[in-house]
């Protein structure tokens, strides 16, 4: 395809998921400003019951944000609210929008990741646009309902040597464990509520941040 060159593009290594459920009644952008402050190189929206007047707010707000800072700013599920926006891309489950299609709509410049569980959901999205896969839950998770059981770190290395895409592990990641899913081949980490449930959200990015930089040898 004529966009792998392209899909080597984006810092994979800390993506911070923003969630209201589950933050301490602290709300997107305040998840959002810590995040970028402690050091993630990636923040996700991730508002999929509010309606899409109040996600495009937020999304246009933490956009700013991020560009200011030279973070990427993907939006999640809502490949409507990424576009009107102006996000740097969208993230896709299995069950939302088919990836082919999100890669349509957001065209080639942006950026696509994906949820792949087996190696073959990572292929088809590979083969559909994904510019990195979000793969988990790798040690479980709570904030998910349809996550599914832990796939572990054999499945990240499985899903690594598949696709040449980046792999970020995603699903019970602490900064205790970071480093694991680093050494499995993982070019980064993605999480919630290691950040969001924290007294101080910007230190627990900076921790993760550090685990993950030393992992890969930065």
């Known amino acids: 395809m004529s966009r792998v060159s392209g899909r080597a593009r984006g810092d994979w290594r800390l993506c911070v998921l923003t969630d209201s459920r589950h933050a301490r009644g602290r709300s997107h952008i305040e998840i959002a ?21 109040e996600a495009v707010a937020a999304a246009r707000a933490i956009a700013a944000l991020c ?28 069950d939302d929008l088919p990836a082919a299609d999100a890669r349509a709509l957001l065209g080639p410049d942006r950026l696509l990741g994906v949820s792949a569980a087996t ?14 896969l979000g793969v988990g839950a790798v040690y479980g998770t709570s904030t998910k309902a349809d996550a ?13 040597r598949a696709v040449p895409v980046p792999v970020v592990g995603i699903g019970g990641i602490t900064a205790e464990n970071a480093a694991e899913v680093i050494r499995a081949g993982a070019a980064g980490v993605a999480v919630v509520t290691a950040v969001t449930l924290a007294e101080d959200m910007v230190e627990a990015t900076r921790r993760l941040r550090e685990q ?3 992992a890969l040898g930065r």
């Open 148 to 160: 599914g059981p832990p796939v572990g770190l054999d499945r990240i290395r499985a899903i690594c």
């Open 33 to 53: 400003m810590a995040a970028v402050r402690g050091g993630a190189t990636v923040v996700q929206l991730r508002m999929k019951d509010e309606p899409a007047r």
């Open 212 to 214: 993950v930089d030393a």
């Open 67 to 94: 560009r200011a800072a030279g973070v990427a700013f993907l939006v999640n599920d809502r490949v409507d609210v990424a576009l009107a926006a102006g996000a740097d891309g969208a993230h896709v489950g299995q």
């Open 119 to 132: 190696e073959d959901e990572a292929r088809a999205a590979w083969r559909d646009g994904a510019d990195y």
